[in-house]
């Protein structure tokens, strides 16, 4: 399978844990983004990779949230102190190099549900 | 802070007829994206238009795009069952990478 890859599929976790998910992006694409979507709404940005470089934050990132690509390849997006609003499905997409926001390709996404 | 509405959010209707799912957006922008969700599935992209008057087609589906009236509309002919899913239109978020999502239409075809 040579799609986006994200893990794991569905997290259930009480409050106040920390979780981490995983995103193995397309093989020869540079760029990652980290989106958020909630039932009924559409997908929210949250944050963008260029290889191993953060460089762009959404405010929807508050200071629990933080996402790495130590190595420009795969990334992952931990939430501490996980609170119910986080519940949602966590979207990690992919570009290949080439002029900003071409086209992105999506992961099944992790669903995560904080009870 | 760039808005971008679809409509309608739902709509039911039935196999064979046509029908057109409007995107406006409220700031300029030269590229468009459509997205297709079936449910518990991710976002599989349909068309991603570049110009002011780019027109793509693709079986049922047809998407065209005027940038000055930041508007872009997705038609569908002769619907068919498999066409239900929710569609999602975006827009670059203000010459930035990443995008901004329409909340979606949950389209409903029933034979």
């Known amino acids: 399978d040579t799609g986006v890859s994200q893990d794991p599929r569905h997290k259930i976790t009480k409050r106040g844990q920390n979780v981490t998910f995983r995103c193995d992006p397309i093989s020869e694409h540079n760029r990652l983004y980290w989106y958020r979507q909630t039932l009924g709404q559409g997908p929210e940005f949250l944050t963008y990779?260029?290889?191993?470089?953060?460089?762009?934050k959404s405010r929807l990132l508050s200071d629990r949230f933080s996402a790495e690509r130590p190595k420009g390849s795969f990334s992952t997006l931990e939430i501490q102190r996980t609170e119910q609003g986080d519940s949602a499905m966590y979207l990690c997409?992919?570009?290949?190099?080439?002029?900003?926001?071409?086209?992105?390709?999506f992961g099944q996404g992790t669903r995560l549900t904080v009870v | 802070e760039l808005k971008v509405e679809q409509n309608p959010l739902f709509l039911s209707m039935q196999e064979g007829k046509n029908y057109t799912i409007y995107c406006n957006y409220s700031t300029t922008s030269d590229r468009l994206y459509w997205y297709r969700q079936d449910p518990g599935k991710s976002l599989e992209s349909l068309f991603v238009l570049l110009s002011n008057g780019a027109v793509k087609q693709e079986g049922r589906l047809m998407a065209s795009l005027d940038t000055k009236a930041r508007l872009s509309t997705l038609h569908i002919t002769a619907a068919v069952h498999d066409l239900s899913a929710t569609y999602f239109c975006?827009?670059?978020?203000?010459?930035?990478?990443?995008?901004?999502f329409g909340k979606g239409t949950h389209l409903i075809i029933q034979p």
């Open positions: 997409a992919s570009s290949p190099p080439g002029p900003r926001n071409t086209e992105a390709f």
């Open positions: 975006a827009v670059e978020r203000g010459g930035a990478d990443g995008l901004t």
């Open positions: 990779f260029q290889n191993e470089a953060q460089l762009e």
